[in-house]
Nanobody, 118 residues
């Protein structure tokens, strides 16, 4: 069973930064071919894609976070990161890590809460 463990959430003031991490419990070889994504879900809203990164490190961002968030991956550590800068109150949500390979998944983490408030 694949496990994804997110960390790094918390309370931050508007304009601040947070770095989320998601560690995967599977082999480096499988992680390396996975597409990794971050989703978020705010109270009363649907879950939405925030950013994704392919096995070839091609990235995609939601329009609402372009220029502020950066997704990256470290295959040796089997970890994907989401650097979030210039945070806004509307970024407040539970953030979820997602893993998808050509033959496995999707798998989801348990989520980490991000609250942007003064």
């Amino acid at each position: 069973q694949v496990q994804l463990v997110e960390s790094g959430g918390g309370l931050v003031q508007p304009g601040g930064s947070l770095r989320l991490s998601c560690a995967a419990s599977l082999s480096i070889s499988i992680f390396s071919i996975s597409t990794m994504s971050w989703y978020r879900q705010a109270p009363g809203k649907q879950r939405e894609l925030v950013a994704s990164i392919t096995s070839g490190s091609t990235t995609h961002y939601a329009d609402s976070v372009k220029g502020r968030f950066t997704i990256s991956r470290d295959n040796a550590k089997k970890t994907v990161y989401l650097q979030m800068n210039s945070l806004k109150p509307e970024d407040t949500a539970d953030y979820y890590c997602n893993l998808q390979t050509p033959n496995l998944g999707p798998y989801w983490g348990q989520g980490t809460q991000v609250t942007v408030s003064s």
